[in-house]
């Protein structure tokens, strides 16, 4: 396709005919990102689902990666028919020049192949110009993580580059490129052979020789370890003057056979690290035992540097644990602590194990972890521990692994059941505080006064995190001396703060306290609301709106708080450590203002919320109306990334909001979210909300906004399969409506009575709300919002068996929406309906032309599929779309489904005469249904089995099974079933030398049959 070009090389890019064709969504970026960098191979759903919902895939994954790939079919518009549904997964075939990673490694092959030098660095200077940024971007950073080997095609493109430079003797031209290379990646040990050669070739040898001691230095205090054989080679070869005229070749770096992929996840190391020596050795001896797997806890005072240690840590251990590292933060100090059997889906996501193959219970997960671990050396960072109970399931079982465990707590829980060794970091010690003072400051400004140094380490006790905010306070006044701050700190018996002893909570919030009172009082007032603030972090506009300014004005005041260490700042948003904000916190409670710095908060989390919703998140139905004016977004991904962005803290917001108010607006944000988590299958954030604006709801004695909330714990119920749920908070959610005189709301609740009664088998109450929904939605003149409702109708008349309301229903649904997925969903209601009036051409039109329409395959498509070719008697057909049908079922977790498709083989089998296969497929329906409570297909069931016991002249047992179908379809009103019921007692009874019941039952029959149109197949008859 002319003018088409992909880029993964930077931010993940779309051009058509010049154009840029915009994502509207993050997740749509990643799932395309998937597949280019799969072009032209076949992609696994599981691998797209693992991609797009980064280890917490959504209820029912393959329709939700269904509903992703439609959708991203539709925002590539003219160019989407390039990703095909295929056997196996998803496919995009590409020509070369159509993605810029192809086009890169075509270029370093013909590099490769090339013998001239310098048609080798033309070549490889070609592919890396189309690197314009860091890959994978606007993905998230776990993308890249995840990722690691296109990092490393890269940095193997760049060495050989270098190579071919060296060749034709550019050598003092590659000096400064190969020492920014060494500095960015001072590991890579290839970069600094090639920076010795370069040297010693342009006739500095001396200077070779000192970049050999810098890598060997930096090798031993990172990994402990000496240089590599190549390296190691050189340098004596430079030693001696005998260095090779050739550039040594970069050796291919071997995969491991077994395809492990190494995660390297550590959090970046602290430049300024610094101290902890005596305790970095102990706990080095510790992970490197060999004859069992250690478990080492480190343990101690908020503030104290933990996670830093541990970090720093794991970085010096790498070369011991070369399967990987792994990091997980399990968020024990917070209210809402990672569960361990989410944390074990992640990490058998990371051992490489497919999310449908994750066990459903803790234990079978953590014997998973233990049995996939075995043998390999990975070292685990488990950050931030709660408590052993949290840890013990995570831990690997075998030597060669090792468990670094950081908690506030001593955990020594782990030290019986697991034999875990126990570290509790102190203070440090003076030396080690001025080091890190000299570090921050500087040794020059710590060396000129030394003793004013040191009393400012014991004023701050030589708590790091009281260090660092007094250091960085005093980074921002270079004219002030330390001694003249010490002062400063020492005023107002600012001692007794900073004397943390057994309360390090207080002594920390001393601290705080001393920097908050150092900042000028606009910073201060920043500080002071940023208190109030419930989620994880805070933007520039968000932090406008708490301090009632502009972005203009508050940004250089986060910035002067970020200096002061009071705030993190990442990318363009703003963290506050845990401490710092409960210190914050206590500060807004006597902050004049806060309680109305609060409200301008949340009231701009819900204009904005709305406004970003308003792309593609807006449902048909919503009883909050739009509180925005001008839209701040300026297309669906920016708004889509935004709420993504935000998404935890809106729910947070939610919370406070449905404690201590504004109770309209926690519900009303919560309201407005509804349609963003359902499209998403954000099922936690969205109990969480939707739980938090109907308490809101209720504390305010508002009916709306309890009918608002309880809509959406209703949808959230359906959508998980919670059908009882569903309905009752549907019925709750339907009467508020109605007292709010919200006819658009109860109208749509109404119809979503009558699905979730249809989905529970309960087709009269079903027919009954549907029926009441649609009449509504008429009177509002709402047509076009009526196919849904009109599907279910279809399908419960066909249940009740008014065949001919069954055809008109789907009929006028595909008149309404023909395309897609309803037109689908129409055209196989109609065909079903088609096949129990015995127009079988019609039928077959129908569901022809439904299967070809299907993206993916679904399962009442292949059952009613094979029920329509059994009646036709073509078996072989029938029995492929049944076998289907139980695969896909199976296979999506939709057990109701699956009793259909088990009940339509056991017909096909009986019909064949296979009565002990039919026996088998029956019961095990049988058992589906009753577990589900779904009375509708276990009257199939026992219909089924009665017909097996009939073919077996076991007359006793027929007429039992027959009645209890008989009776159990009466009850229901579903008059096929019942039809069909009657004509088997009454062949069971003919059979029995009954003739009056079996009369009376074929007269029976014959009246459903007169009452609905029903024709049976001709096998039904014989």
């Known amino acids: 396709m002319e003018g088409l070009r992909f880029r993964v090389l930077g931010p993940t890019e779309v051009r058509h005919d010049g154009s840029v064709l915009a994502l509207p969504a993050k997740r749509l970026r990643v799932l395309l990102t998937e ?51 295929v056997p196996g997964g998803y496919l995009i075939e590409l020509e070369p020049d159509q993605l810029d990673l192809a086009k890169f490694r075509a270029l370093v092959e013909r590099a ?43 940095l193997q493109a760049i060495e050989r580059l270098v190579d071919a430079r060296l060749a034709i003797g550019d050598h003092s031209a590659v000096v400064a490129e190969l020492t920014g290379l060494t500095r960015e990646h001072p590991l890579r040990e290839r970069f600094w052979s090639q920076l010795m050669l370069a040297l010693y070739r342009g006739g500095r040898q001396a200077d070779a020789l000192a970049a050999y001691r810098r890598l060997a230095a930096l090798l031993a205090e990172e990994l402990g370890v000496d240089p590599g054989t190549e390296v190691r080679q050189l340098h004596q070869a430079i030693l001696t003057g005998d260095v090779p005229t050739q550039t040594p070749a970069t050796d291919p770096i071997e995969e491991p056979a077994d395809n492990w992929a190494r995660h390297a996840q550590l959090p970046m190391d602290l430049s300024d690290f610094v101290g902890r020596s005596e305790v970095i050795t102990e706990i080095t001896e510790r992970l490197s035992e060999t004859s069992a797997m250690p478990v080492v ?107 670094l465990v950081t908690s506030r707590n001593e955990l020594a829980g782990l030290s019986v059941s697991v034999g875990a060794r126990g570290t509790r970091l102190t203070m440090l010690d003076p030396a080690e505080a001025l080091d890190l003072l000299a570090g921050m400051l500087g040794a020059e400004r710590v060396a000129a006064e030394p003793s004013a140094a040191a009393e400012l380490a014991e004023v701050c006790d030589r708590l790091p995190l009281a260090l660092r905010i007094a250091a960085g306070l005093l980074s921002g006044r270079p004219d002030q001396s330390i001694a003249g701050y010490v002062e400063e700190l020492r005023a107002g018996d600012r001692l007794a703060g900073l004397a943390i002893g057994d309360e390090p909570d207080t002594a920390v919030a001393a601290t705080f306290a001393l920097s908050y009172e150092a900042l000028q009082p606009q910073a201060r007032r920043l500080f002071a609301l940023l208190g109030v603030v419930p989620g994880g972090d805070l933007s520039v506009p968000g932090a406008a709106a708490l301090f009632d300014g502009s972005p203009r004005e508050v940004g250089p005041l986060l910035e002067t708080l970020a200096a002061g260490n009071l705030l993190q700042r990442e990318r363009s948003r703003y963290r506050m450590h845990d401490l710092i904000r409960l210190y914050a916190a206590g500060r807004a409670e006597v902050e004049p203002g806060a309680d109305a710095a609060w409200q301008r908060l949340i009231d701009w989390y819900l204009r ?16 909050t109306e739009r509180v925005f004016d001008e839209n701040p977004f300026t297309d669906a991904a920016q708004a889509g990334a935004w709420l993504e962005a935000e998404e935890q803290n809106l729910v947070a917001c939610v919370s406070k909001a449905a404690d201590s108010g504004p109770y309209g607006v926690a519900w009303r944000l919560a309201d407005v979210l509804r349609h963003y988590f359902s499209i998403n299958d954000r099922v936690g954030p969205w109990r969480q909300a939707a739980t938090a604006g109907l308490r809101a709801a209720r504390a305010a004695g508002d009916r709306d906004g309890e009918g608002a909330m309880r809509h959406s714990l209703g949808a959230l119920a359906f959508t998980v399969g919670e059908v009882e749920v569903a309905i009752t908070e549907s019925a709750a959610a339907c009467e508020a409506y109605a007292e709010a005189g919200f006819g658009l709301g109860e109208a749509a609740l109404l119809c979503n009575l009558g699905m979730a009664y249809d989905d529970h088998g309960e087709s009269v109450q079903a027919a009954e709300f549907l029926m009441r929904g649609i009449r509504a939605f008429r009177a509002l003149g709402r047509i076009g919002s009526l196919w849904p409702a009109l599907h279910s109708l279809s399908n419960v008349s066909h249940n009740l068996g008014d ?23 129409g055209l196989l209601n109609r065909g079903a309906a088609y096949r129990l009036l015995g127009q079988w051409d019609r039928a077959e039109a129908d569901m022809t032309t439904a299967l070809a329409m299907e993206e993916r395959p679904s399962a009442p498509g292949q059952y009613e599929t094979a029920l329509l070719y059994a009646d036709l008697g073509r078996y072989d057909e029938a029995m492929a779309h049944a076998e289907a049908g139980v695969t896909i079922s199976h296979r999506d977790g939709l057990e109701f489904h699956e009793a259909s498709a088990l009940n339509v083989l056991g017909i096909i089998r009986g019909r064949q005469g296979r009565w002990d296969e039919a026996a088998r497929h029956h019961a095990e329906a049988r058992d589906i249904a009753v577990r589900l409570g ?52 009454a062949e069971a009874g003919r059979q029995a030398g009954r003739a009056d019941d079996a009369e009376r039952w074929a007269a029976e029959a014959a009246t459903i049959q007169a009452g609905t149109g029903y024709r049976p197949p001709v096998a039904v008859n014989r």
């Not at 799969?38 to 393959?62: D, K, M, T």
């Not at 997960?365 to 949290?390: E, F, G, H, K, N």
């Not at 904005?608 to 009883?623: G, H, I, K, M």
């Open 934 to 985: 779904h009375r509708a297909r276990e009257a199939e069931a026992l219909l089924g089995l009665a017909a097996v016991a009939l073919a077996r002249k076991e007359l006793a047992e027929a007429f039992d099974l027959g009645q209890q179908a008989r009776e159990l379809a009466g009850q229901l009103r579903q008059r096929i079933v019942e039809c069909r019921a009657l004509l088997l007692l």
């Open 297 to 403: 806890t480190i343990s101690g005072a908020p503030g104290v540097g933990k996670s830093a240690l541990a970090v720093h840590l794991g970085h010096r251990l790498r070369g011991r644990f070369p399967d990987g590292q792994w990091h997980v933060r399990l968020a024990g100090a917070g209210n809402s602590p990672r569960e361990p059997l989410e944390v074990l889906g992640e990490l058998l996501s990371l051992a490489g194990v497919d999310p449908h193959d994750l066990p459903a219970d803790l234990d079978r997960r953590a014997a998973l972890l233990r049995s996939t671990l075995a043998d390999r050396r990975v070292l685990l960072l488990l950050d931030d521990a709660r408590d052993a109970r949290q840890v013990k399931p995570l831990l690997p079982g075998t030597a060669g692994n090792a468990v």
């Open 112 to 154: 490769g192949a090339a013998d001239d030098p310098r048609q080798q660095a033309h070549l490889l200077g070609e592919a890396l110009d189309l690197w314009q940024d860091v890959p994978l971007t606007g993905l998230g950073t776990e993308s890249l993580e995840g990722r690691p080997w296109l990092i490393e095609e890269r």
């Open 608 to 623: 904005t919320t709305d406004a970003a919703t308003d792309f593609e998140y807006s449902p048909l139905v919503r009883l």
């Open 803 to 825: 065949l001919d309301a069954a055809v008109a229903a789907a009929s006028e649904a595909l008149e309404i929406a023909p395309d897609g997925y309803a037109g689908v969903v």
């Open 35 to 85: 597949l280019l960098i799969n072009a032209n191979r076949v992609v696994p759903p599981g691998q797209l689902i693992q991609a797009s919902w980064a280890g917490e895939p959504p209820a029912g994954p393959e329709r939700a990666l269904h509903t992703s790939v439609s959708r991203l079919r539709a925002a590539l518009g003219p160019v989407g028919d390039l990703i095909r549904t």
